[in-house]
């Protein structure tokens, strides 16, 4: 958080955008308008949609935006994913030095499929037999997401300052 930041004045921005009086913005306007190339996934092949991919989630997390719960899609379905979906939600990105961050998940959507997808997946031992307890339905397998990229994303830094604590 820098030291100029004024957390009032973030929580006044936050109340209204959430009462409708201050728009928006999508993710892929802003970074599209910070000059991030985001093009068409099928005009690129693996190596580059790789390369494209890595790019991308970089810039995101530069302007605070951040994804989780990858490890289940391949780059190409998260790739596709972020273009299609996650990054044209209007939402208020926080001020550059507030400390907050917009996070972002392709799981997010509560749908049977999404329960499905955190439970084989995402959803510790603990979490799963709560799950069957209290909703009494049979769980998938739990599984070893195919993927493995969750760990090399960037993570929000929720550092604290010295005179807060």
Known sequence: ????HDP????????AFFDGDEEGERPIDVLRNNGVSIPDE?????ATLHTKLWDLIKAMAAACVYVESTNHLSDRELYRFLVAHG???ETLLPTPGSGGGWHISPIGECSDEDN?????YYADDETRERWHRDFRKILPPKEEPPFDRDRLLPVQDFTVDEEIQ
């Open 116 to 120: 499905e997808i955190y439970l084989r």
């Open 42 to 46: 099928r005009d690129l092949d693996d």
């Open 87 to 89: 990054l044209r939600e």
């Open 1 to 4: 958080m820098s030291d100029d």
């Open 8 to 15: 009032l004045a973030e929580i006044e921005r936050l109340d």
